[in-house]
């Protein structure tokens, strides 16, 4: 597995612009061939897909996904699902419900997902139905963003570091993975924004440090 520091739109915020699986890499309408070729080298994944999310090139907050399927929220286009459901050949479908940007509200890898608790349940089996796993609801060190504070592969998950002991204990038995508290960008704890992984490899912001980048090598092996 290989770390890397990368930037797009000249921004360490990579995780808004793009959000990965194993298989592909969705990125926004106009975004640079040769900056989806390095993130298809870095993610090992076969290839790039071009497409908005709600007419917003928001990619990482708009989508929740992992290797089973992708949610996408119910504003999205219909164009917008048909294309990702060809191009991926995985489940697509609009959750149901009135909040939008639910990448920040849901963290997912095959083995399950933590959702945010805005969502009272009721989102609970249609999340079951399309990402193929349990879910549990829960905040993350005092925020409702849960999908904000935790970044999880089938290998590892960073959370938030105000995440306490239980949170973290929580958050890996429904992941089924090793939990450890991150920071990234030189500090910044809201972990999505600033980390783009799947199981092969991560790529994080340019302003990332040495000592995140350790923490980085642990988590994710």
Partial sequence: MGIYRYSVYKSPNLGLFARTNDSVVIVPFGFAKTKAAKLIEYLEVRNEIYTSVANTRLIGPMTAMNNNGILVPSIATEEEVQLLKKETGLNVDRLKSKLTAIGNLISTNDNGAILSPLFKGEVDQQVR?????????????????????????????????????????????????????????????????????????????????????????????
Avoid: Y
Wanted: hydrophobic letters at 45%; a negative charge; glycine letters at 10%.
């Fill in 129 to 221: 139905d399309v990402l193929g796993v349990p879910v549990h609801s829960m905040t993350v060190g005092g925020f409702i963003q849960s999908g904000s504070m935790i970044v999880a592969t089938n290998v590892g998950a960073a959370v938030h570091p105000k995440a306490t002991e239980i949170e973290i204990m929580t958050i890996s038995e429904t992941l089924q993975v090793q939990v450890e508290p991150l920071t990234i960008n030189g500090g910044s704890p809201f972990l999505a924004s600033g980390i783009l992984a799947n199981s092969k490899s991560v790529i994080v912001g340019t302003s990332t440090s040495g000592p995140e980048l350790i923490m980085l090598s642990r988590i994710f092996k």
